[in-house]
Nanobody, 125 residues
Framework: VQLQASGGGLVQAGGSLRLSCAAS????????VAWFRQAPGREREFVAS????????VYADSLKGRVIISRDIAKTTAYLQMNSLKPEDTAVYYC???????????????????WGQGTKVTVSS
């Protein structure tokens, strides 16, 4: 599966952004899609994940309540709605997809085989 992330940009603190991850290739329903982010000088970290079939979601504890992951099966696209953005949310956001991931591993980076190119989010104070 090929992934194309988009929707990043510059936003003021307190603002919102919606990122999109368009998937193509093998059946979208077979995958879980996740968002990770990587700030300069830091490791890539988990943000949220959704199983396309069934819609089960998992969120990083630090971001619960500020982000919502969703998917549109007909459009083979996953979304990450981010609200109340803070300067510390500044990072490159990556979407990733993986198949046959058990629930407890949905937040584990090594579970995901396919990666998009990343979209940069900058939050100004």
């Amino acid at each position: 599966v090929q992934l194309q992330a988009s929707g990043g940009g510059l936003v003021q603190a307190g603002g919102s952004l919606r990122l999109s991850c368009a998937a193509s290739g093998r059946s979208f329903r077979d995958y879980a899609v996740a968002w990770f982010r990587q700030a300069p000088g830091r490791e890539r970290e988990f943000v949220a994940s959704i199983r396309v079939q069934g819609g089960t979601t998992v969120y990083a504890d630090s971001l619960k309540g500020r982000v919502i992951i969703s998917r549109d099966i007909a459009k083979t696209t996953a979304y990450l709605q981010m609200n109340s953005l803070k300067p510390e949310d500044t990072a490159v956001y990556y979407c990733a997809a993986g198949a046959r991931i058990i629930y407890s591993n949905l937040g584990v980076i090594s579970s995901y085989k396919y990666w998009g190119q990343g979209t940069k989010v900058t939050v100004s104070s």
